[in-house]
């Protein structure tokens, strides 16, 4: 009668509502250590990644709070929030979402408990964290020595040699000038790549083969890294010619416990760019898939781990596989990790965020299975007649691709929507889940093949 009763009245759906909510926290009470409930949500992020969370929350009864910089007033992820506030007033689009002064100061005025920072802009910044720690306030993600750790790639190179866990060979510790570079090529001959010591997304990354290249592509690599992290250091590893990128999913709690959730394959990338993502990793070998989940959960133990994080490797033609770093932060292709595990990333930070352990949320290694195979592609806003350059302007007619086993992450996606040249050219994520990859393939086809977008330029891949 309870159900029936909520079919035929709003009354009777926000019963059920109130009862499931309450039936989830009595359930999922922490057992032991210290527990913080939170109440309240900030997302220190904007676009699809800062509904995504919203949204979780919103089923864990959770209110939200949405920043918005000066130029992003009607954008979506705004409206989404049950709070919304203006921060960086007067500064450029991007250096308002890495205003950290201004967002803890919006924070600490509208009672926020934690502040879920996303991906890109501050997700990956210790001193973020820090200040979050300072203010009293919760943040979503790792501790910000842990953040640090794995932010600084030299570091977290030599905490994976201490943990017996393969790495390319490369510098010890950042580059000094150009002669460090020059003896690295002259030991172990080219192809070379220069990667930012600080920050990653294919930012500060360029593969040197020849002699006559070093030069002009060291002061490529430092002048992006400067600009994408505010620091322009740079470390030299041996460039591994057509590998396999393949990323371990992990999750770890306050008390010590780290499980991984399987691997993805990210091998299909544009200029260092990942495009396409696949779970679990197809055709890959069943031992060396067995090492990279033990390697990725022993390294997260070293380092005491909290909350999500991403552990990356490459694969060479040998079936050799090499670690190149650890993502401190949910990946924008987490999707594909919980269309194959029906684990909800989001749901979990926030519960280990609040205190609660792995086995309190019925997380433990043995009970997390793959369920067939999920694949996630990428609509964006490109004109590939100018080298695939972002293009800006009004959405006139937008037509999603949708039907069974189709997952669409968006924000700024409907008619109407302008697009703004400040920001990534990320229009919607798909996800398409299937029995196998034959299966998820054919659903991802049509479903892009259903898509309309005029007045953008638009790119599928």
């Known amino acids: 009668m309870l159900w029936n009763g909520a079919v035929r009245g709003g009354l009777g759906l926000l019963a059920v509502r109130r009862a499931c909510l309450f039936s989830r926290s009595a359930h999922s009470a922490p057992k032991s250590g210290e527990y913080r409930p939170i109440k309240k949500v900030m997302v220190?992020?904007?676009?699809?990644?800062?509904?995504?969370?919203?949204?979780?929350?919103?089923?864990?009864?959770?209110?939200?709070?949405?920043?918005?910089?000066?130029?992003?007033?009607?954008?979506?992820?705004?409206?989404?929030?049950?709070?919304?506030?203006?921060?960086?007033?007067?500064?450029?689009?991007?250096?308002?979402y890495l205003d950290i002064a201004d967002i803890i100061k919006v924070a600490k005025e509208n009672n926020v408990d934690a502040i879920h920072p996303g991906y890109g802009f501050l997700s990956e910044r210790s001193d973020f964290a820090q200040a979050c720690a300072d203010a009293g306030v919760m943040f979503v993600g790792p501790s910000p020595d842990t953040v640090r750790?794995?932010?600084?790639?030299?570091?977290?190179?030599?905490?994976?040699?201490?943990?017996?866990?393969?790495?390319?060979?490369?510098?010890?510790?950042?580059?000094?000038?150009?002669?460090?570079?020059?003896?690295?090529?002259?030991?172990?001959?080219?192809?070379?790549?220069?990667?930012?010591?600080?920050?990653?997304g294919g930012r500060g990354m360029r593969v040197v083969r020849e002699y006559e290249?070093?030069?002009?592509?060291?002061?490529?690599a430092y002048s992006e890294a400067l600009a994408a992290f505010g620091n322009g250091a740079l470390f030299v590893e041996k460039f591994i010619e057509k590998p396999r990128h393949i990323e371990v999913q992990i999750l770890g709690d306050k008390f010590g416990n780290v499980i991984h959730l399987f691997e993805r394959d990210c091998s299909i990338q544009r200029r260092h760019q990942k495009v396409v993502e696949i779970a679990p990793a197809f055709q890959l070998d069943p031992h060396l898939r067995a090492r990279l989940h033990t390697d990725s959960v022993t390294l997260a133990k070293q380092v005491g781990y909290e909350n999500a994080g991403t552990v990356e490797f490459l694969v060479d033609k040998h079936g050799k596989h090499y670690f190149i770093e650890v993502n401190s932060r949910l990946q924008v292709e987490h999707t594909v990790t919980e269309e194959?595990?029906?684990?909800?990333?989001?749901?979990?930070?926030?519960?280990?965020?609040?205190?609660?352990?792995l086995p309190d949320l019925g997380l433990s290694q043995d009970k997390i299975r793959v369920n067939g195979c999920a694949i996630q592609c990428r609509v964006t806003t490109e004109d590939p007649a100018r080298g695939f350059q972002p293009d800006t302007g009004r959405i006139e007619v937008f037509r999603s691709?949708?039907?069974?086993?189709i997952r669409l992450?968006?924000?700024?996606?409907?008619?109407?929507?302008?697009?703004?040249?400040?920001?990534?050219?990320?229009l919607v994520k798909v996800i398409a889940s299937g029995n196998?990859?034959?299966?998820?393939?054919?659903?991802?086809?049509?479903?892009?093949?259903?898509?309309?977008?005029?007045?953008?330029?638009?790119?599928?891949?």
């Open 44 to 96: 220190a992020n904007r676009g699809e990644i800062a509904i995504r969370v919203f949204r979780a929350c919103t089923e864990l009864g959770i209110r939200t709070v949405a920043v918005y910089s000066e130029q992003d007033t009607g954008q979506m992820h705004r409206q989404k929030a049950d709070e919304a506030y203006l921060i960086g007033k007067g500064l450029p689009p991007v250096a308002a």
């Open 340 to 357: 194959i595990t029906d684990v909800d990333l989001v749901h979990a930070q926030l519960k280990v965020c609040e205190g609660q352990s």
């Open 149 to 200: 750790m794995m932010g600084d790639k030299v570091e977290a190179r030599s905490l994976a040699i201490r943990a017996g866990v393969p790495v390319v060979p490369g510098t010890d510790a950042p580059l000094t000038c150009m002669q460090d570079a020059k003896a690295f090529a002259q030991t172990y001959g080219f192809p070379i790549i220069f990667k930012a010591a600080y920050g990653g």
């Open 436 to 461: 196998d990859l034959q299966g998820a393939a054919s659903k991802m086809s049509r479903a892009l093949a259903e898509f309309r977008v005029r007045g953008v330029k638009s790119v599928f891949v």
């Open 409 to 426: 992450d968006s924000a700024s996606a409907f008619p109407g929507a302008i697009i703004s040249p400040h920001y990534d050219s990320l």
């Open 213 to 220: 290249e070093l030069e002009e592509n060291y002061q490529r």
């Open 401 to 405: 691709g949708e039907g069974m086993g």
